[in-house]
């Protein structure tokens, strides 16, 4: 695993960016694996303004999403749907019909039927990751086993805490997700990690430590054979990876 310390957020989204611009440039066609969060904002306006200044072309990508949220209407300002359509969809020149978010609405199990048929049809040129406070994997939490494949997920308190931010009260998260499960995130034939925000230091300790611990999913990163996680220069001070 590689760790690329940036300067400040707005290296971290560049250098991102530029992992994920050599994709896009080499295989033009391939489906990205996408995330969501505060952390990969940066990296998504990065690749909006290179859509758009350098000609980055995204008009035969196809990407998949990690999670949504269990409840939330696609045009809910909180689903993630919502979010890929305004942080990056709307201003690339991707085409909407090639871009898959798990349903948050409707049966949960013809939902999850539905997006492992998406995954097993699906090879993930790379996939873009975030982390939790408490180390989750899109909304893979801690626990004694990990999932493979995608499943619907019952939230950390924790989760719950560090996302009500987005929403009006800590009552309005959702309890639950659906999210791709460790095997689909590991079967993508490259991983990048973008560490930001708030609370990030016990997991990403963790995560740079020689330790997989399914208490934090993040760790299973190590043992991917082409994975890059970029975090800022302040955190990896702080956590002692440097000095
Ligand atoms: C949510 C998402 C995760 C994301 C995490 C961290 O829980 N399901 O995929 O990694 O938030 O988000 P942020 O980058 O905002 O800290």
Redesign the pocket.
Known sequence: MKVIVAKDYDDAARKAADIVETVVRENPTCTLGL??????VGMYKELIRRCSENGLDFSRIHTVN??EYVGLEPTHDQSYRYFMNNNLFNHINIDKTNTYVAKGIGDVEENLKEFNDVLDNTEIEIQV????PDG????NEPGDTLYDRAHEETLEDS?IE??KRFFASKEDVPTK?V?MGMGNIMRAKELLMII??NK?EAATKLLVEDKIDPHCPATFMRLHRKATVVIEEALAREIGYIR
């Open positions: 995330a969501t969060g505060s952390s990969p990690l999670d990751l975030g982390v939790g989750h994997l899109g909304f989760t560090a996302n997700a999210t930001g925000g990030k």
